[in-house]
């Protein structure tokens, strides 16, 4: 069978117009960069840096980095010298689009020196979707736990966590759906494998490795109190990136805002935040991040530092799109392609709770494949279907 250390499929690049790829850069990239520039009071410099990245990214080739960037030798050794010169679709597509985040990043200030240094251009998205409403909501839903058995509620919450990927602000920038759904939506569910693993030894450390802030990671948070307060995870390891990446992925500061907005809510969610914190400062829970967890590669590609760490892990879940296709491999995989063939590299048990917003699928049946093919493309990445998929 494949695997990714014999691929037996094309890598992903978006040289195809009209494939996703080709539209992500040529019709989301533009929308999401006028958004970033109506979002922030930025100067004349950073909106030329803007509108030259955006030039260049839709009608040019890729260019080096800034003068003097602090992590030109990790990008050495993540091959942009292998990519500089191509155009921007014709590089692998998992590679093209980590180096465009990473581009922006300079292009706003973020690395400074100067007045916009550590400034996350999506911040006022990120804050939007926190305070909204809806959130309130979706908390306020945290009351009606208790009426659930202890099954059941293991159930709604890893749903939960699965169906809060749906929220990516750069996938709803291109009307991406409001909701896939909960019922049809879920093309392959091994949550009941995802528990029984967890019950199968003593309890171990949990690895979430996260994806999206706000919508995303409150769930993400509630499920890390779930497992932790009733003794399924001895603790836990939350994963968040390094710096703002892919729109709405989260970073410290997110993890933080999220876990304040659980503290002072009201109900089951305020005692879902007191127990978070508690975690937080006792180390039960930690945040941690890795420079690769923003790197344009593949997980089979991680480092030894990061592949030790997890390794100590008793399960890892792994959140969302992108890290789906960093963990199964950005190529066109046949979609039945077994899931623990194409996991096999990663250090840990793994839990993938991803909904599908890009081409790669993968662990699906021959009947699921074949009827979702008959509708043609677009169920990959719609964003509404979503997979539970476990090598335990
Ligand atoms: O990882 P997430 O937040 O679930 O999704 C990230 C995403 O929106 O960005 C890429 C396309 O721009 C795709 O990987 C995916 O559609």
Excluded at 28 to 53: F, I, M, S
Excluded at 222 to 230: E, F, G, K, N
């Amino acid at each position: 069978m494949p695997s990714q250390s014999e691929p037996a499929a094309p890598v992903i690049t978006g040289g195809e117009p009209g494939s996703f790829p080709w539209r992500v850069f040529h019709e989301r990239h533009p929308v999401l960069l006028r958004q970033v520039l109506d979002g922030l009071p930025y100067g004349p410099e950073q909106r030329r840096a803007v509108e030259r990245l955006l030039a260049e990214s839709t009608g040019g080739v890729i260019g080096p980095l800034e003068d003097g960037a602090r992590d030109a030798a990790a990008w050495d050794a993540w091959g942009l010298g292998d990519q500089l010169g191509l155009r921007w679709t014709d590089a692998p597509f998992l590679w093209a689009e980590s180096y465009f985040y990473r581009r922006l990043l300079a292009a706003v200030g973020w690395f400074g020196p100067g007045p916009w240094q550590g400034v996350d251009p999506f911040g006022p998205v990120k804050a939007a979707e926190l305070g909204s409403p809806a959130v309130d909501e979706e908390l306020a839903a945290l009351d009606g736990l208790g009426t659930l058995t202890d099954a059941q509620q293991d159930d709604a919450l890893l749903r939960s966590a699965l169906w809060g990927n749906r929220a990516d602000l750069s996938f709803r920038l291109t009307g991406g759906p409001a909701s896939g759904d909960p019922r049809t939506g879920l093309l392959c569910d091994d949550g009941a494998r995802f528990w029984a693993a967890l019950r199968s030894g003593p309890p171990g450390r949990l690895a979430l490795i996260a994806d999206n802030a706000g919508r995303e990671l409150l769930p993400d948070l509630v499920l890390i109190d779930r497992l932790l307060s009733t003794g399924r995870a001895s603790s836990a390891h939350l994963y968040v990136k390094p710096q703002p990446y892919y729109v709405s992925d989260a970073t410290t500061a997110d993890a933080v805002a999220a876990a304040e907005r659980l503290l002072h809510a009201p109900g089951a969610a305020g005692a879902v935040g007191q127990r978070l914190r508690e975690a937080l400062t006792s180390g039960a829970l930690e945040i941690r991040t890795h420079p690769f967890l923003c790197a344009p590669l593949p997980f089979d590609a991680m480092p030894g530092d990061l592949r030790a760490e997890l390794s100590s892990a008793a399960m890892a879940v792994v959140k969302g799109d992108l890290n789906y296709r960093r963990l199964v491999g950005d190529r066109h995989w046949p979609a039945t392609t077994p899931f623990a063939d194409l996991t096999a590299h990663f250090p840990a048990p793994v839990a993938a709770l991803r909904t599908l917003k890009s081409d790669v699928a993968a662990g699906l049946d021959a009947a699921t494949a074949a009827r979702l093919d008959a509708t043609g493309p677009g169920w990959r990445t719609s964003g509404r279907h979503a997979v539970i998929q476990v090598r335990a």
